[in-house]
């Protein structure tokens, strides 16, 4: 079988196809595609553009897709910038204006609190979705450190590791970020994704 993993964020794909390594399933995502019409992620909720992703994809390229909508909620900001994360400095930002606008956000807050979360959608071309949900808590750094992973990852620490997110291998990452805990309940289910 081949399973579309719908993203075009070389970060998440990579995580993605890490973790699946050893499924029985051939992994493309949408870079090893020409151009595709672009899905509008309006929704209010990681699992609303979760399912809109997914189900798009699966229909244009009739094939199963795989979706990851995630971003960072933070305490002190009431849990911005949530589901813009991607562009929380603007439309086409890149990863570094992203870190300096939350930098700039928190700068002088005390309280540093934050989630991430992600949402998987696994759909095929007809037919309903799975879902898969989780999060992981931790602390927004006053100054990057760490050079692995992408987005918000050298902002996130992990107390109970007591790294950055970006101080961590992928196989570290994985054990216990939003994205690892996530795919590991798909990873649990498979032998009913694959009767799916
Ligand atoms: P696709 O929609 O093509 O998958 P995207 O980057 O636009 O790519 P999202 O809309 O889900 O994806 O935005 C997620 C953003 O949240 C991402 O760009 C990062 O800024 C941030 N993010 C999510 N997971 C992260 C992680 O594990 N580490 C660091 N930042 C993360």
């Given at each position: 079988?081949?399973?579309?993993?719908a993203?075009?964020?070389?970060?998440?794909?990579k995580?993605?196809?890490?973790?699946?390594?050893?499924f029985?399933?051939?992994?493309?995502?949408?870079?090893?595609?020409?151009?595709?019409?672009?899905?509008?992620?309006?929704?209010e909720?990681?699992?609303?553009?979760?399912?809109?992703?997914?189900?798009?994809?699966?229909k244009?390229?009739?094939?199963?897709a795989?979706?990851?909508?995630?971003?960072?909620?933070?305490?002190?900001?009431h849990?911005?910038?949530?589901?813009?994360?991607?562009?929380?400095?603007?439309?086409?930002?890149?990863?570094?204006?992203?870190?300096?606008k939350?930098?700039?956000?928190?700068?002088?807050?005390?309280e540093?609190?934050?989630?991430?979360?992600?949402?998987?959608s696994?759909?095929?071309?007809?037919g309903?979705?799975?879902?898969?949900e989780?999060?992981?808590?931790?602390v927004?750094l006053?100054?990057?450190?760490?050079?692995?992973?992408f987005?918000?990852?050298?902002?996130?620490?992990?107390?109970?590791?007591?790294?950055?997110?970006?101080?961590?291998?992928?196989?570290?990452?994985?054990?216990?970020?939003?994205?690892g805990?996530?795919?590991?309940e798909?990873?649990d289910?498979?032998?009913?994704?694959?009767?799916?």
């Amino acid at each position: 079988i081949t399973l579309i993993v719908a993203t075009r964020n070389k970060g998440k794909s990579k995580e993605i196809q890490e973790y699946l390594q050893g499924f029985p399933v051939e992994i493309k995502d949408l870079n090893d595609f020409g151009p595709i019409p672009e899905v509008i992620e309006d929704g209010e909720t990681f699992e609303e553009n979760a399912y809109k992703k997914a189900s798009f994809t699966a229909k244009v390229l009739g094939l199963p897709a795989l979706a990851d909508d995630s971003g960072l909620e933070v305490e002190a900001l009431h849990g911005a910038p949530g589901v813009y994360s991607a562009r929380y400095a603007g439309p086409n930002a890149t990863d570094e204006q992203n870190n300096s606008k939350l930098l700039e956000a928190l700068s002088g807050k005390s309280e540093r609190k934050a989630r991430f979360c992600c949402v998987l959608s696994l759909a095929v071309p007809t037919g309903p979705a799975l879902t898969y949900e989780a999060s992981c808590e931790g602390v927004i750094l006053e100054a990057p450190r760490g050079t692995n992973g992408f987005g918000y990852d050298p902002l996130f620490y992990y107390p109970p590791m007591k790294k950055t997110f970006a101080e961590m291998t992928l196989e570290e990452k994985a054990q216990v970020s939003h994205r690892g805990k996530a795919l590991k309940e798909l990873k649990d289910e498979f032998d009913k994704v694959l009767k799916w």
